[in-house]
């Protein structure tokens, strides 16, 4: 779904959630510079939409491969500062400083939007009663409309044919972005109607700096840091105290199955599940924070009051992000067993202990590995990536995380028979 309706700025809050754009901010910048310093670790990407910009040779569709959240959101809104901006510095970027740049880039302005993919992921209906009709519509704001499709890889094969129809003839105020971690999930003929850029993970001292800036303790910061994975976006989740404890808490799975038995599965799968609930839930608690804000802001009263059609708009927003919320919980959890995992195979397999993402937690990688063997660890592996597939289907959480546990733990359980 979409979010088409732009709602009165800080009405979403990400504060604290794995989706939250990393700014410049974070990095020691500050307002109203350049909007191309918010795009992070990024230099040939950004150097090549900067030069498309100052040859006016913009193309209408532009397909970004890389990680998720390493830059995406960030070259788009900056992207979306240099065509919108009423009094640019130069054809190659916004003023980062006037109204319309600010509000891009808290993504707040009308102009610039994000298509995020709910459940298995965008199906053709939202194409054709969402996309299709929104791109067409006329602009009340700005020059530019552009919409970025968050995980286009994750469009199925009859919503692309529909968007290929959009693809085909553009409308001209209209740009597309679409971010993909895997172009092979994307049909050739997309593919070869968009301009392809390519985006790197971050550095390990982008990284460092970044963990420094978040005043992510000392101690923590290396190990956090190389957790990240070259994700921006994941350090952040880790600079919350909660997703740190609970990152040590999903690297402990194996231990806890090896040692608690099998009956140690099911409560397991809840407390995991309770955790993502939880994370929606706190979520929630502060929508209904704002939301009470905005009731005071417009002088509603017993439900009367709301200018037409906001509280509508407000109320499926926040639905939205609560879902978000949790699935993003889900999805840290599922990050973590599939590092944990990997490491344990290399560690299995002779591998150094410097090639290790949790570095931190070495000793244990070493005794997993003598309980869970290499096969059954690449099995378990591919069951986190079944589990992840299962909650795009809008599986139950709960179940699907008995599942992967049963999945794990019989080997463990068969070995020490």
Known sequence: MSGWDEAPVGVVSSAGSPSQPVHRGDLGGGAGADPWGEVIGQPVAVTAVRAALARDEVAHAWLLIGPREVGQSELTRALGAALNCPEPPAPDTGCGRCATCARILRGTHPAVVDLEPEGAGHVVADVREDWIPSASRSMTEGRRRVLRIVAADRMNEAAQNAFLKVLEEPPASVLWVLDAEDEGSLLETVVSRCRRLDLVPWGPTALLELAERLSIPEAQRAALARAASGSPQRLRALADPEVAAARERHLGVIDRLATAGPGAVVPLAKELSAWAKGRAAAV??????????????????????????????????????????????????????????????????????????????????????????????????????????????????????????????????????
């Open 284 to 417: 929630k608690a502060k929508h209904a924070e704002e939301l009470a804000d905005l009731e005071a802001a417009f002088g509603v009263d017993g439900g009367r009051g709301w200018p037409s059609g906001v509280k509508g708009r407000v109320t499926r927003r926040f639905e939205r992000a609560e879902r978000q919320a949790q699935r993003q919980a889900l999805d840290l959890l599922l990050d973590d067993l599939a590092a944990y995992l990997r490491d344990l195979i290399a560690v299995a397999s002779g591998a150094p202990g410097s090639s290790l993402v949790n570095l931190d937690a070495e000793a244990e990688l070493r005794r997993d590995a003598e309980r869970l063997p290499v096969r059954d660890a690449v099995e378990a592996l591919a069951a986190v990536a079944a589990c992840r597939e299962a909650l795009d289907r809008n599986g139950s959480a709960e179940l699907q995380l008995e599942r992967l546990l049963f999945r794990i733990a019989l080997p463990i359980y068969a070995a020490a028979a």
